[in-house]
Every structure is written in structure tokens, then in C-alpha cells.
């Protein structure tokens, strides 16, 4: 099923000049100013300055939001990752010696079942692939395999570099590393296969934390902002933002709250879900038009 939309909807260097180029400008001065200087200038470039050279791009549409429905979430989980299946959420929280994978139930937020990682671990995001659920570790290197319904560990893997997010298409597992790049691995060996760089029309995209695959793109949560990054898993472009500024209101908040982190998607139903770290709610919402 479609995503759910109201339709009403480093960089480049600097010119370096030196001593050198100084002297030789002044030294071009009065040949520059002569007659025969000045015809043998090139020609003005008139096309450079028309309609279709100077147009430029559409910004990046940014989406609002509708809160449809709040349902109560632990607010001493630090959600690493978020996944809606079976019915309820897998949940990946993060911290040493309080990470955890966890089942969750919608309407209640009671754990219905949950390991918990060896305290030198600190947990990051889940994905769920066939009857598995994979989690991975902010700085160990290590990833975890359970068993999707009792969560009973089957076996580990290595990875290069940080863990953050992670998310399936149903093919290959797709992971973020606190970067601009998104990784894709093999299921089942979990041998990297390729890498995308994101980018918006501004530039590179980085800080890409938790990752959920909705209806053909990559929903990213860039830390430590309020937006999440639609992205194209084909290309790594931003072909939309997600402000989501005020979804925690002042009246839900503690002071104990951490970032925004946590997008789980029902695809049967359409439903997109968000969270924190540390929030005591989790909402449904929908997207409204740019």
C-alpha cells in the first residue's frame, strides 16, 4: 500500500590567490588596456545570461504533519530502532547495560518480550528479514541475529565502522553509519555490496541515524534535528523532508526527553509511526502537503 499522503501534499574550495597571480595581473595591466588588447578579447557569452541558464532548481519539499493517533511509549527506552510487524513493534534501545531488543504491543506499550546485549554493548538499530531480526552496535563493530518471535539470540556478525540505522527493502539490508552513506548488505552473509551518498540540492546529507524503507524510499532521522530525509535508494537523493517541529508538545514534555529517533512503517495499513529517545509517547501520524 501507498504511503500515507493528504494530496490537498565538502564543498568546493575557495579561489586561492597568491603573490604571484597579483604581480602577473599588474604586470598585464596596460597590455589588457590597449587597442589590440581589447579586440582580441573573446566574445560575450549572451547565452550563459537566458531565461534557461539562470532558472534555478526547486527547493527540496518539505512535508508537515497530522498527529492521528498517541500511544504510550517507555520513557527509559532510548530507541535506537523501530519496527511495526506481527502486529505490534520490535524495538532496539541503546546505552550500555541498558540495550535491549525488545516486542512491544501497539495499543498498551507493554513488552511482551525482550533480550537484553551484554552490558559493553551499546545497541543501535533493528531490522526484521524473513523470520529474523538483526540489530546492530554503535561502536563495537558487532551485529546480532535473533529469532524474530522469541527474540533467542542464533549468531553475530563484524562490520566496518559505526552502526546506527538499519532497514530492508525485503532484498538486502540497508544500514547507516552517522554519515552521508547508506550501506547495502547481504542478508544473509552481510557482506557490504555498495554504498549510496546522500545529498539534497544544498549538498551532502550526513548524520543519518534510524532508517525505515516506506513504500520505495529510505525514511532517515538525521540527528540531532526534528526532520527526517526521504530518500531515493537509487540514487541517495533528498526527494522530500519531513518537518516534524512541535510533535512533542510543551504539555509532553519532562525534561528528560532525547532526540527525535524512531520510524516504523505498516504496510498493509499505510500507517507511519514516530517516537524518541526517552519519549513517553510514540504517534501515528500522516504527512501534509508542502
Known amino acids: 500500500m501507498g504511503f500515507p499522503v493528504c ?7 575557495r579561489l586561492a590567490r597568491t603573490r604571484g597571480a597579483i604581480v602577473a595581473t599588474a604586470l598585464m595591466i596596460g597590455t589588457a588596456c590597449s587597442p589590440a588588447a581589447k579586440e582580441a578579447e573573446s566574445p560575450v557569452d549572451t547565452a550563459s545570461n537566458s531565461p534557461s541558464q539562470t532558472r534555478q532548481e526547486p527547493a527540496t519539499p518539505v512535508y508537515g504533519f497530522r498527529v492521528v493517533n498517541r500511544f504510550p511509549h517507555d520513557p ?5 530502532g523501530l519496527v511495526f510487524a506481527d502486529g505490534n513493534f520490535y524495538e532496539g ?3 550500555e547495560g541498558k540495550s535491549r531488543v ?3 504491543a501497539l495499543e498498551s506499550g507493554a513488552v511482551l518480550g525482550e533480550r537484553r546485549l551484554p552490558d559493553e554493548f551499546f545497541g543501535e538499530g533493528i531490522a526484521v528479514i524473513d523470520e529474523r531480526l538483526v540489530q546492530l552496535t554503535w561502536k563495537a563493530g558487532a551485529g546480532f541475529v535473533y529469532d524474530r518471535h522469541q527474540l533467542e539470540l ?7 565502522g559505526e552502526g546506527w540505522g538499519l532497514t530492508t527493502d525485503g532484498r538486502q539490508l540497508i544500514m547507516s553509519d552517522g554519515t552521508d552513506q547508506l550501506r547495502f548488505l ?11 551518498s546522500v545529498y539534497d540540492r544544498t ?3 550526513d548524520q543519518l541515524n534510524e532508517l525505515e524503507y516506506v513504500a520505495g524510499e529510505v525514511f532517515a532521522n538525521v540527528w540531532p534535528t526534528d526532520r527526517i530525509a526521504r530518500i531515493s535508494p537509487q540514487t541517495g537523493e533528498v526527494v522530500g523532508w519531513i518537518d516534524l517541529t512541535g510533535l512533542l508538545t510543551p504539555e509532553e514534555r519532562t525534561g528528560s526527553e532525547d532526540v527525535l529517533n524512531g520510524i516504523a512503517y505498516d504496510e498493509i495499513t499505510g500507517r507511519l509511526f514516530v517516537t524518541g529517545k526517552l519519549w513517553a509517547n510514540l504517534y501515528e501520524i ?3 502537503s508542502p
Do not use: C, H, I, M
Open 93 to 95: 534501545t541503546g546505552l
Open 7 to 13: 494530496r490537498l501534499p565538502r564543498r568546493g574550495g
Open 102 to 104: 525488545r516486542r512491544v
Open 203 to 205: 549538498g551532502q546529507v
Open 76 to 80: 527509559t527506552a532510548f530507541t535506537q
Open 186 to 196: 547481504d542478508p544473509n552473509t552481510f557482506e557490504e555490496k555498495g554504498r549510496l
Open 154 to 160: 542464533r549468531s553475530r556478525f563484524r562490520y566496518s
Open 286 to 288: 500522516t504527512l501534509t
